[in-house]
């Protein structure tokens, strides 16, 4: 159990690394990593922080891990903020 834990940390700290290199934020409340698979991934992002392409961007890296392509499944606003904007969760497939 230890192990499957610490793979979820290492490839959070890899995921949020890629995405200060995008964007040059790193506030953990504004993108978050749900949840990923080999399969997809899905992430919970601040409009004020990142855009969609950039979104695209990360699901994209993370497919090619795989050999494969990011595929936008769906997005929802979950939350909307005065300051922040909206809470959107994306979800993508890795399809090859």
């Not at 891990?65 to 969760?89: H, M, P, W, Y």
Request: proline share 1%; aromatic share 10%.
């Amino acid at each position: 159990m230890g192990t499957m834990h610490g793979g979820y940390n290492v490839m959070r700290r890899a995921i949020l690394l890629m995405s200060i290199g995008l964007c040059g934020c790193a506030a953990d409340d504004e993108f978050r990593v749900l949840s990923y698979t080999p399969t997809g991934i899905e992430y919970s992002v601040w409009t004020g922080a990142y855009s969609r392409e950039a979104v695209a961007d990360m699901a994209q890296q993370y497919c090619q891990r795989e050999g494969k392509k990011a595929q936008i499944i769906d997005s929802e606003t979950a939350e909307k903020n005065l300051f922040k904007g909206s809470r959107v969760v994306y979800r993508f497939s890795c399809v090859s």
